[in-house]
């Protein structure tokens, strides 16, 4: 597997926005964006299936989209009206072979390296 190309994160105050972006080298069937906090496990924010079919986690619906570009083969994480509670380190992940698509960590075999997103009070 081959690490994914991440970019994006930052430092914001409450209500600001960011805007993340993670690059695969080849076709992914599933893409999602996930989040981990020291001493606490990694979830799951936001999904989009090859199908353009999408799922949020309830923290962040109605606050962050997730887009695709499938001529670059790159995926998005819109976050707007950001909150203190979502400083997290986050991570893009994508399942590259075919099959299913869910939303549990472990079913993803790709990852980036993580971007630190930092909202302030």
């Given at each position: 597997q081959v690490q994914l190309a991440e970019s994006g994160g930052g430092s914001v105050q409450a209500g600001g926005s960011l805007r993340l972006s993670c690059a695969a080298s080849g076709y992914s069937y599933c893409m999602g964006w996930f989040r981990q906090t020291p001493g606490k496990e990694r979830e799951?924010?936001?999904?989009?299936?090859?199908?353009g079919v999408t799922n949020y986690a309830d923290s962040v619906k109605g606050r962050f989209t997730i887009s695709k570009d499938n001529a670059?083969?790159?995926?998005?994480?819109?976050m707007d009206t950001?909150?203190?509670e979502d400083t997290a380190m986050y991570y893009c992940a994508v399942r590259s072979r075919i099959?299913?698509?869910?939303?549990?960590?472990d079913t993803y075999n790709d990852w980036g390296q993580g971007t630190q997103v930092t909202v302030t009070s």
């Open positions: 799951g924010v936001a999904f989009i299936w090859s199908s670059q083969k790159t995926f998005y994480l819109q950001l909150k203190p099959g299913f698509c869910d939303v549990r960590p």
